[in-house]
């Protein structure tokens, strides 16, 4: 059984910084074989892709509302997948959720609420 914990989510300034925490479990094959991703969603919004860690080279991919304050790093070796979150703004306040894929089949985490707020 599949198992994305997400943690690290939490109320922030504008301009502030996150780190967002999946902890994955439960995996038929090795952590590298999966793409992970987090997307996030606001209210009355669908949810969005925010940031892609690609299965093996780990090459990373982000939106433009993101580019250049997100950052997507995963530990293999602990079966982990991280989201640094900068510049923080009020329009990325949404859930945020870890997302693991490998062929057809994905998997999704519970959410972690982030709320960018003065």
């Known amino acids: 059984q599949v198992q994305l914990v997400e943690s690290g989510g939490g109320l922030v300034q504008p301009g502030g910084s996150l780190r967002l925490s999946c902890a994955a479990s439960g995996f038929t094959f090795s952590f590298s074989a999966y793409v992970m991703s987090w997307y996030r969603q606001a209210p009355g919004k669908e949810r969005e892709l925010v940031a892609t860690s690609s299965s093996f080279s780990g090459n990373t991919n982000y939106p433009d509302s993101v580019k250049g304050r997100f950052t997507i790093s995963r530990d293999n070796g602990k079966n982990t997948v991280h989201l640094q979150m900068n510049s923080l703004k009020p329009e990325d306040t949404a859930v945020y959720y870890c997302?693991?894929?490998?062929?057809?089949?994905?998997?999704w985490g519970q959410g972690t609420q982030v709320t960018v707020s003065s």
């Open positions: 997302n693991a894929r490998r062929g057809v089949n994905n998997w």
